[in-house]
């Protein structure tokens, strides 16, 4: 099954087992499949000294994934010929008729091309530039419970009266249960018989908290009623100032110069916002469920591909060479290439950690190749190169042929509809 290299798009899944459930439906893409032209040249750039000597390892069959089944594993061609029986799938490997062909028949598409260089040229050397990805997703489900309070005004409660608390792995949320292998979902669910009444802890059941404006003296919990304070407009005197030297009785205060605290209108407390003044909290268990897919990748590439041109990449196609899906996978067998059953042991062993108060739900395991084979051709002391792409066949050369008759000028007729 060919996919783009760099979009991620894949094919869809009819069935799978999951944890003795099925009919669960997959998430139609497979994840972390894509990528990027710098992981290439970095992952071409590190040492591989496992990596299959094969020139002609590009350009073979891979079988179509079987959707149905559980840690399925489907054995392809690619990686070279390293121990074990050879399967039922066989190398398709070019030739250098078949190579000449190729070359011929993308020349003879080309307007101004001679194809004496393709049908004459010496072909110097065939060389692998595959990329590998591997991949790894484990789809968990994260429990946590948290207590959630409310102010209580009354009513009916659903506590223990009422039936046992269920564990937080008790509920039964089959009917949130997500698309498997989705980025990330979370829930909220109130636990059955959680609910409790309790004694507000900020007011201590009283309702209201202590005036810091006229009782600012006082101890935490403490609080002393009809208690006045200095009146802002004569600032304590009881009599207006004037400037012709009289005074005049304020009519604020009342010719006392106190009057009752502005905050609290006297009373001492204030109302407790924690408890909106009802001096009790409802309190319940909620479970926080978080099912998310936590996803390894692993990209390995030939020296070759460090000096592939970008856009080669971009219209590579990759072929995936497995695709298992089980409750924990393990590494994929291939009986002809150790390097490919080597490089799925090292993306199962670099399995992302799972948190303690989650549970795997099920992972898949894929493993893809890009195919581009570069091949290069030698005459009259000149050379030139050109790529191989995919299970298509795709011939891409761009820079030079020795063979152009139209100086580059062939795009500029065209435009011109000379």
């Excluded at 893409?29 to 750039?45: F, Q, Y």
């Excluded at 489907?74 to 078949?98: A, F, I, K, M, S």
């Excluded at 292998?181 to 609910?195: A, C, D």
Aim: proline fraction near 6%.
């Amino acid at each position: 099954m060919e996919q783009p290299l760099l979009s991620g798009e894949s094919g869809n899944w009819s069935s799978y087992q999951h944890v003795g459930r099925s009919g669960i439906p997959t998430a139609s893409s497979v994840a972390g499949t894509e990528v990027s032209v710098d992981e290439i040249r970095s992952a071409a750039s590190a040492p591989s000294s496992h990596y299959p000597p094969s020139l002609h390892g590009a350009l073979v069959s891979s079988p179509e994934p079987h959707p149905a089944g559980q840690a399925l594993v489907y054995q392809g061609g690619y990686g070279g010929d390293y121990g074990g029986p050879r399967t039922g799938y066989q190398r398709e490997c070019l030739d250098e008729v078949e190579i000449r062909e190729l070359l011929i028949d993308h020349v003879g598409h080309r307007c101004c091309w001679g194809s004496h260089p393709a049908r004459t040229w010496k072909i110097h050397a065939v060389e692998d530039c595959n990329v590998y990805v591997g991949t790894l997703d484990t789809f968990v489900e994260e429990r946590e419970v948290i207590k959630e309070t409310e102010p209580y005004l009354g009513g009916n409660i659903d506590g223990k009266d009422k039936g046992t608390e269920l564990g937080i792995w008790e509920l039964d949320l089959r009917s949130q249960f997500p698309v498997l292998f989705v980025p990330s979902k979370e829930v909220r669910e109130k636990i059955p018989h959680s609910e409790t009444i309790e004694k507000c802890p900020v007011c201590a059941g009283r309702r209201g908290t202590v005036c810091n404006t006229c009782n600012a003296s006082q101890e935490p919990g403490h609080n002393k009623e009809n208690q006045l304070t200095q009146c802002s407009t004569c600032y304590g005197r009881g009599l207006i100032a004037h400037k012709d030297g009289s005074d005049t009785l304020c009519v604020k205060c009342n010719g006392t110069g106190k009057i009752p605290c502005p905050t609290c209108e006297s009373q001492g407390l204030i109302k407790c916002k924690t408890c909106n003044g009802s001096g009790s909290l409802l309190s319940r268990n909620v479970a926080i469920v978080r099912w998310k897919t936590l996803s390894t990748r692993k990209v390995n590439a030939t020296s070759g591909a460090a000096s592939v041109p970008d856009e080669v990449f971009h219209r590579a196609k990759g072929v995936q060479l497995c695709n298992t899906q089980a409750h924990q996978c393990t590494p994929a067998y291939f009986a002809d290439s150790y390097f490919l059953n080597k490089f799925s042991s090292e993306v199962i062993a670099d399995r992302a950690s799972v948190p303690a108060t989650a549970r795997i739900i099920c992972e898949r395991h894929t493993i893809s190749v890009v195919p581009v084979t570069r091949v290069t051709m030698t005459g009259r002391r000149q050379s030139f190169s050109f790529y191989i792409v995919g299970n298509s066949r795709e011939v891409y050369l761009k820079d030079y042929y020795p063979a152009r008759f139209c100086w580059g000028l062939c795009p500029c007729l065209e435009w011109l509809k000379v």
